[in-house]
């Protein structure tokens, strides 16, 4: 007698792939365990510093003190930048922005005084002028107003820890910060208001759709899956609480119908975090291309296809980088992602 002891062959046989599945998926499981290959992408300033440091927190065990240490002097950095780029920017303003006291424009002197780069040592008295910069009225309007120019997106952030910063043991808590598995893709959906550094006349959040428009319909990516991370949900709802809306950036947003699924329509920021993610979903469910539009001519002379995105997968999450909550969703995603690639290489899927 054999291995088997039904004599039915198409049972034998699939025994035999439900074997071979078993074994490849024991296989998988003790890669997967050692490591997963990420490509992290996303327009400039989405988030993806802070979410590789999320997943050293959660997979690295943490900073070290010495990262710690060097994570300090960044930060003060990005504080003088910060308020430097504040009170130089008030004046140009249209219309401009004037400070709400006296003492204010001592502290602007102080600062202005200084320069753009980061001062020789940061003493009592620079925190105490960038204490008082900060409670005025008139940088905290100037802030508003700051997709007008150019500001680092941890402005407010560490401005509003100038207590915790200026204290010389201070150290940054873990919170703050051929093989490719998945894509992550990082949107910084609160840009909506702004324009791209380099190229001041494009909007961001436009042409991170268009970046990923790219990504998504590549060839050389179409076998990995894509995690979308529509990042800095924390700043866009202050934004759209504020007032703003997309729509003055979005026309089309004045149409868009919000699925009863997604919760309460007559939320702005609800309704306005969905278009966005439907501005990216909607790049998933186009028609796959006919394989003369999928030519694409990238040197003359040179045609290449691109990618047939059928059957693909895309996950799409709202998050907050510096919450370590909202990263671990990610792994769950890949898991997915493999499992379901196995699945349909042995046509089970």
């Not at 959660?58 to 900073?63: E, K």
């Not at 004037?98 to 040592?121: Q, R, W």
Request: net charge negative.
């Amino acid at each position: 007698m054999g291995c088997f002891d039904s004599k039915d062959p198409v049972e034998r046989e699939q025994k035999i792939v439900n074997q071979q599945l078993e074994k490849k998926l024991k296989t998988w499981n003790k890669d997967y365990m050692k490591a997963i290959k990420l490509l992290l992408l996303g327009a400039g300033e989405s988030g993806k510093t802070t979410i590789i440091k999320q997943m050293k927190i959660l997979h690295i065990s943490g900073f070290s003190e010495s990262d710690r240490q060097e994570k300090v002097v960044d930060i003060r950095q990005n504080i003088h930048e910060s308020i430097y780029d504040l009170v130089t920017n008030m004046s140009a303003l249209k219309p401009p922005v004037v400070f709400a006291n006296d003492e204010s424009e001592i502290s602007a002197s102080y600062i202005c005084n200084l320069g753009p780069k980061e001062p020789s040592s940061y003493t009592q008295e620079y925190y105490d002028h960038v204490q008082t910069l900060w409670n005025d009225d008139g940088i905290k309007e100037c802030y508003r107003r700051s997709n007008e120019f150019q500001l680092i997106d941890s402005a407010k952030y560490f401005l509003d820890r100038i207590k915790e910063v200026r204290n010389s043991e201070y150290r940054p808590s873990d919170q703050l910060f051929e093989g490719i598995h998945a894509i992550l893709f990082l949107v910084a959906s609160s840009d909506f208001d702004q324009t791209l550094r380099e190229e001041t006349g494009v909007n961001r959040l436009r042409e991170a759709v268009n970046l990923f428009d790219d990504i998504w319909h590549s060839r050389f990516l179409r076998h990995a899956g894509v995690i979308v991370f529509l990042n800095k949900q924390d700043m866009l709802k202050e934004k759209i609480e504020s007032g703003k809306s997309v729509a003055s950036y979005f026309p089309e947003y004045n149409k868009y119908q919000m699925s009863s699924k997604d919760g309460d329509g007559s939320d702005e920021y609800i309704r306005t975090r969905c278009f966005i993610r439907d501005l990216f979903s909607d790049v998933t469910k186009k028609k796959p291309r006919s394989p003369e539009d999928r030519k694409s001519s990238i040197l003359p002379g040179l045609v290449v296809m691109v990618a047939d995105t059928e059957n693909r997968q895309c996950y799409f999450h709202f998050t907050v980088a510096t919450d370590t909550g909202n990263i671990k969703t990610v792994f769950e995603d890949v898991h997915s992602m493999i499992l379901m690639r196995i699945l349909t290489d042995w046509g089970l899927q």
